[in-house]
């Protein structure tokens, strides 16, 4: 694997928000690996934790996981607040189960990404004993 003569590095390097940002520009100018570099990537730098970002950070940005963004369903594209994709939180196995109940329900991108990726951001409504608290990632 040619990442491999980085290994050196893993756990040492944190890229910094501007690291991201050249990487997200040029991912998006180039087109191929946009939503791992300006979405996803992104998303974990402003959602996870410092130590979730050590972890998830340090794959993405040498490509042992890719990552993409699913937010978008077939039937109404990219209406947050439509989403229909449900996030339930099993008390007992304490996960979160994930069900998009219909077809139009299903997430849905237009990019190669969807083929190739490793990892996905899945946005869908959270909920815990049958309260609903919105849409978050998972």
């Known amino acids: 694997h040619f990442l491999d003569i980085h290994e050196k590095w893993w756990g040492k390097l944190m890229p910094s928000r501007e690291d991201v940002t050249w990487m997200s520009e040029n991912a998006m100018i180039g ?3 946009m939503n791992h570099y300006g979405l996803f990537m992104p998303t974990i730098q402003g959602q996870a934790s410092p130590e979730q970002q050590q972890w998830w950070l340090m794959r993405a940005l040498t490509c042992k996981i890719i990552g993409v963004y699913g937010q ?4 109404h594209g990219s209406n947050v607040r439509g989403l229909q994709t449900v996030a339930t939180y099993d008390k007992t196995t304490q996960e979160f189960v994930l069900n998009t109940p ?3 329900s299903m997430k849905w991108w237009p990019g190669t990404l969807g083929k190739v990726a490793t990892h996905v951001l899945v946005y869908a409504q959270l909920k815990i004993d049958d309260k609903e608290y919105g849409v978050h990632i998972f």
């Open 72 to 75: 978008t369903e077939l039937g």
């Open 31 to 33: 087109g191929s690996l």
């Open 102 to 104: 219909t077809l139009r």
